[in-house]
DNA sequence: TGTGGTATACTGGTATACCAAAAGCATGAG
DNA sequence: CTCATGCTTTTGGTATACCAGTATACCACA
């Protein structure tokens, strides 16, 4: 096999394990790491110019974040999600981000909601043919700014997390144009419902767009053979 | 200094990192290992009996679990819950939860739902004078069971870690009788709605017993100096 | 006596060497 | 030809040695 990595890697950047874990990250949220596929100390450690050592803390890190299971006495690999998995990550999100969304037309203060909207014109200049992960991209960093807004830092981790796993999926997602008008209505419109100061409001829209996403995710995943 | 640990660990159960990390937690959730103590890996290594490999492995592990907080370069030390962090985690709680035990009502096995009944045995067959550790645990048993009756690997992942977070307020409780007695008739409630298999009503009893809980708890932690 | 700089000791970060267990392969027996 | 068994290779787990950053204490100098 010819790597783990795509090749433009900056070697000088991998000095610590947080870098190694950062790369890992990265990798397998685009999809050059496919689930299940095993992550061997060694090949990785010497791909990247480092030794077993900040790899292993690395894929501890990564086990922690939920993208990484370790198997014991054998190897570390991508975890994978199988569509029963799907809908309980889906409703746990729902109750998570309309939580988050409830919070932050709460307590959010205008740096926060100042994030949101960056996140949002951010998406609205993508250009149209842009990749499935600059899009995937562009919505995870709306909705990490939504719980951020919240105030609660607990939430926030938690609910990144999250949302990270769900990241590995929508890599491959086909987003149709109508879909992702939609979804960006939406957004829009939770927005709208923190900066009115409307709780309530904002927690239902919040419940409905994550419905509509569980709805089209449950359609469009596009499992991959191995 | 003294050491780390209460005395009465066996070395000989010290094997694996996991293990390490298992004793680091208990301490941690025991209250023997108190918030902002620095955890220095020469001195845990050595008191366990094992290389400093491993116990770092441990805290990278309990960073994961909200346990432990690594800062870079410096040392490791027990996570510091500040009383602003208590209502935001309380809040969060009473979310999960209360989708937990909605899905629990609605996905929960009888081998989930004896489970449950099990933990609600062991707190009713508590002794009245006994810790407040145990009955900590107890509590926790419970909770812990309706997250995994839910059906959610995902939900039982995240609502332990978060539970487990409260833990290491909640041994410096002070449990009075009255109190007691109330939480122990809404868990008996919460199952009961469960074995009905009414969703609205589990939701609804755990939603009033966290707000309960977290009305309780924020006027009975004792903040201990340092 | 107070202040600042330097030296030293301490701590986390990384690399490497060694160990034990598991998996794959080859070989030989049925 | 097939299957079982044992050996070899591969892999994760642990211990140890070394490196680099940080804090602190002590001493020189103002």
Redesign the pocket.
């Known amino acids: 096999m010819s790597g783990y990595f795509s090749d433009n890697i900056n070697p000088v950047t991998v ?3 947080e870098g190694v874990a950062d790369i890992i990250r990265r990798e397998i949220l685009s999809g050059n790491l496919k689930p299940d596929q ?5 090949n990785l450690a010497q791909e990247l110019g ?5 790899v ?2 690395a894929l501890f890190a990564l086990q922690g974040e939920g993208l990484v299971e ?1 198997v ?5 690999r991508v975890r994978k999600i199988t569509p029963k998995d799907i809908s309980q990550i889906y409703a746990l999100r729902l109750v998570l981000e309309a939580h988050a969304a409830e919070s932050a037309a709460r307590y959010a203060d205008s740096a926060a909601i100042l994030e949101i909207e960056t996140t949002l014109l951010r998406q609205k200049s993508l250009p149209k043919n842009c990749s499935a992960m600059e899009q995937a991209n562009a919505d995870l960093a709306f909705h990490a700014a939504i719980s951020a807004a919240s105030g609660s830092q607990i939430l926030k981790t938690v609910s990144n997390q999250v949302l990270g796993i769900t990241a590995t999926l929508r890599s491959r997602f086909k987003y149709e144009p109508a879909q992702t008008k939609l979804a960006f209505n939406q957004h829009k419109a939770i927005l709208a419902a923190i900066k009115e100061r409307n709780p309530e409001l904002a927690f239902a829209r919040m419940s409905e767009h994550i419905q509509t996403s569980t709805d089209y995710a449950k359609g469009k995943v596009v499992i991959e053979e191995s």
Request: aromatic residues 4%; positive net charge; proline residues 14%.
């Open positions: 000095r610590t394990s095993p992550l061997l100390e060694r480092v030794s077993r050592t900040p292993r803390e370790l014991p006495r054998k190897y570390a």
